[in-house]
C-alpha cells in the first residue's frame, strides 16, 4: 500500500496540496474579517464559468480558471467596494458567470469529466506543470499579501480610522480581492467549486473559536488547512473516495471540536473585569474671552 | 518665528448634495484650545471633521492645519469616530484597535508573536484599558470601547485631537472618565475639537463652542453661545436656554443629533 506514494500524481497531489492549503490558511481569516464568504462563492463560480470555456476552446481548465476569477475580482471591485453594493454586485457577476459555464460545458464533448473535476476538483489529476503553477502563483498571492497585511487588517477591522489615518481602503478592496482571486483559482483545483469555502471559510471560522490573537489566529487557520488536506490525501488515495469529502470532513471536525473547546464562545464571561476609573484627573477651564459672532448663511 | 495656529478656517463653505451645510465660517483654533462643536441633525459636523482630517475637500474657503492645507493621513491628527458596534465574536482585542492607531497605516506585516510595542501598552495604561486590552472588543462595555478608541486616537501622540460624539450612549460616569481623559490631553498642549449632542458634561473644559444649525454658525464661549438670543437668531424661531441645577437646558431647538456618515467617502469621488 504505501507504495502508492512513489507514484508521481500522489506527490504532485501533496505538493500542490500543501502549497494551495497554506494560501488558503493565510487569505482566509481576511475573509471571514471582511464578510466575503459570498464574494468568494462568487470568484469560484466565475472560475467554473472561465474552466468551462477553456474546455470548450481545447484550453487547460486551469488557465481559464485563473483569468476568469482573476477578471471578476476586478469587475466586482470597479463595480463597488461598499458592503451593501459588494452583495449585489457579486451575485450579478455570480449568476452570470455559472450561466456561462453550463453552456459551454454542454456545448463541450467532453462535459461530464470536466464538469465533474472543476465542481469538485481533481487535485489527484495535477501534473508537474500544474504544480510549479500552483507554487509561482501561491508565492506570488503570499507576497503581496505580505506587502499590504497590517494596512489590510486594519481597513479590514476599523475602517473609518484606517481612511483617516490615509490607509487607501479603496485600493486595498481590490488588491484583496485580486489575492483572494489566486487563492480561490488554487482551492478549487484541490476541493471545487462547490467545495470552496471549506478551504477558505471553515479553518479561520475554527481558528477564531480559539483565540482572539491575530498571531495565532492565522498559525491555527494555516494548521487547520494544511492538516486537511494532507489528510484528506491520505485517506482518499488508501479508499478511493473522493478528497473533496475528505478535507471537507476534516475541516468541519476543526470546526466543532474549537466550537467546543475554544473560549471565543458568544456570550461566555468576560476574561478580565474593567479597571476602576481615574478619578484622581484634575480639571481646568481655560474659557477664552471671544466675542460671538452670528453669521447668516443662505439655506 | 511665527507659530500657527492650530486650525484656521477662513470663508470656509461646504455643499453637500446641493445642499449647504455651512457658510463662510472663519475661525482660529489655538493650540491647546478645546473646542466643542454642536448642532442639530445634518448640521455637517461630522463634514467638518472630515474636512479637517483632508478627507473632504471645502467647496469654497480655505482650511489650514498648523498653517498646512490638511493631508489625508497626517500624524499629527488624532481621530476618534462615531461609535460602531462591532461583533461580539470578531477576532480583535482592544490591543490590536490600539496598536492600529501607532503603525496600522505602514505597509507589511508585523512578526505575528512579537511582544507589544511600548507605547500602545503604555497607553492602554494611562486610559485604564489595560485590564480589559485582550478582551474581543466587541465584547466590552461602550465605556470600555471608547477608552479604546481614545488611546487608538492617541498613542501617536497627535497635536490635533479630533472626536465624533464620543460620548454617545455612554452613562454619566464614564462620559466624565472620557471627558477628563481628552482634557488631560488637551492640558498637555493638544487641540481638541469635540463633536457632542450634549455641552453639559463638557462645560468645565471646553474653551469655547462652534454651534452649526441650517448653514449658519456662531461661535464664542459657552456663556456667549448657548444663550436665548444667539440660538433663536441662528435658528430662525424662539429658542429658550434655561439654566436648571447648573445644567444649560436648551428649548424650542434641538442640539444634539448627529447626520448619517456617508458610506463612501466623496473626496474620493
Redesign the interface.
Known amino acids: 500500500m504505501t507504495s502508492l506514494w512513489h507514484y508521481a500524481f500522489v506527490q504532485q497531489a501533496v505538493q500542490a496540496g500543501a502549497i494551495t492549503a497554506i494560501l488558503a490558511g493565510f487569505v482566509g ?1 481576511f475573509v471571514t ?1 471582511r464578510n466575503m464568504s459570498f464574494s468568494v462563492h462568487g470568484l469560484a463560480e466565475v472560475g467554473f464559468a472561465g474552466a468551462a470555456g477553456a474546455v470548450l476552446l481545447g484550453l487547460p481548465p486551469a488557465a481559464g480558471l485563473l483569468t476568469a476569477s482573476f477578471s471578476a475580482a476586478l469587475a466586482i471591485g470597479a463595480l463597488g467596494v ?1 458592503l ?1 453594493e459588494r452583495d449585489i454586485a457579486t451575485g450579478s457577476v455570480l449568476a452570470f458567470g455559472v450561466g456561462l459555464g453550463v453552456l459551454f460545458l454542454t456545448l463541450s464533448p467532453r462535459y461530464l469529466t470536466e464538469a465533474y473535476a472543476i465542481l469538485f476538483g481533481s487535485i489527484l489529476a495535477v501534473s508537474r506543470q500544474d504544480v510549479v503553477r500552483t507554487a509561482v502563483v501561491g508565492v506570488g498571492a503570499l507576497a503581496a499579501l ?6 489590510l ?2 481597513a479590514s ?2 475602517p ?8 487607501p481602503t ?1 485600493l486595498l478592496s481590490i488588491v484583496f480581492l485580486l489575492i483572494l482571486a489566486l487563492a480561490v483559482t488554487e482551492a478549487v483545483q484541490v476541493v471545487g467549486v462547490l467545495l470552496i469555502l471549506t478551504l477558505l471559510i471553515v479553518p479561520p471560522g475554527a481558528a ?1 473559536r480559539l ?9 491555527y487557520s494555516v494548521l487547520i488547512a494544511l492538516t486537511s488536506v494532507l489528510g484528506g490525501l491520505v485517506c482518499a488515495v488508501y479508499t478511493s473516495w473522493p478528497v473533496s469529502f475528505f478535507v471537507s470532513a476534516f475541516t468541519f471536525a476543526a470546526y466543532l471540536a474549537a466550537r467546543l473547546v475554544g473560549p ?1 464562545l ?2 461566555s464571561p ?9 478619578e484622581d ?1 484634575e ?17 | 518665528m511665527v507659530e500657527h495656529p492650530s486650525i484656521r478656517l477662513d470663508g470656509a463653505t461646504l455643499r453637500l448634495g446641493g445642499r449647504t451645510l455651512w457658510e463662510d465660517v472663519s475661525l482660529t483654533v489655538r493650540r491647546g484650545e478645546f473646542l466643542a462643536v454642536l448642532g442639530p441633525n445634518g448640521a455637517g459636523k461630522t463634514s467638518l471633521l472630515r474636512v479637517l482630517l483632508g478627507l473632504q475637500p471645502l467647496s469654497r474657503g480655505q482650511v489650514q492645519i498648523d498653517g498646512h492645507t490638511p493631508t489625508r493621513g497626517s500624524a499629527a491628527i488624532g481621530y476618534v469616530p462615531q461609535q460602531r458596534a462591532f461583533d461580539p465574536d470578531l477576532p480583535v482585542r482592544g490591543r490590536d484597535l490600539v496598536g492600529f492607531g501607532l503603525n496600522g497605516h505602514r505597509w507589511g506585516f508585523s512578526p505575528p508573536l512579537r511582544p507589544p510595542a511600548e507605547p500602545v501598552e503604555d497607553m492602554l495604561k494611562l486610559v485604564g484599558a489595560d485590564g480589559y486590552a485582550d478582551v474581543p472588543i466587541g465584547r466590552l462595555s461602550g465605556g470600555e470601547q471608547q477608552r479604546l478608541r481614545i488611546a487608538q486616537a492617541l498613542v501617536g501622540s497627535p497635536r490635533l485631537l479630533l472626536c465624533d460624539e464620543p460620548l454617545l450612549s455612554l452613562d454619566p460616569n464614564s462620559q466624565q472618565a472620557i471627558v477628563q481623559l481628552i482634557a488631560e490631553w488637551s492640558r498637555r498642549g493638544a487641540t481638541v475639537v469635540f463633536v457632542t449632542h450634549d455641552i453639559n458634561p463638557l462645560r468645565a473644559v471646553a474653551s469655547r463652542v462652534l454651534l452649526l444649525a441650517g448653514g449658519r454658525w456662531a461661535v464664542g464661549p459657552i456663556e456667549w453661545v448657548l444663550t436665548s438670543e444667539t440660538l433663536s437668531r441662528l435658528y430662525g424661531a424662539p429658542v429658550e436656554v434655561l439654566h436648571v441645577q447648573g445644567r444649560v437646558v436648551v428649548l424650542g431647538a434641538e442640539l444634539g443629533g448627529h447626520e448619517p456618515v456617508p458610506a463612501v467617502p466623496v473626496g474620493d469621488q
Open positions: 481569516p474579517a461598499r451593501r505580505a506587502l499590504v497585511y497590517r494596512p487588517r486594519f477591522i476599523d473609518d480610522v484606517a481612511e483617516a489615518r490615509g490607509v479603496r477564531q483565540t482572539a490573537h491575530p498571531g495565532l489566529i492565522v498559525a471565543m458568544a456570550g468576560r476574561v478580565a473585569a474593567a479597571a476602576p476609573v481615574r484627573v480639571v481646568t477651564s481655560t474659557a477664552a474671552a471671544r466675542p460671538t459672532r452670528v453669521h447668516p448663511g443662505a439655506h
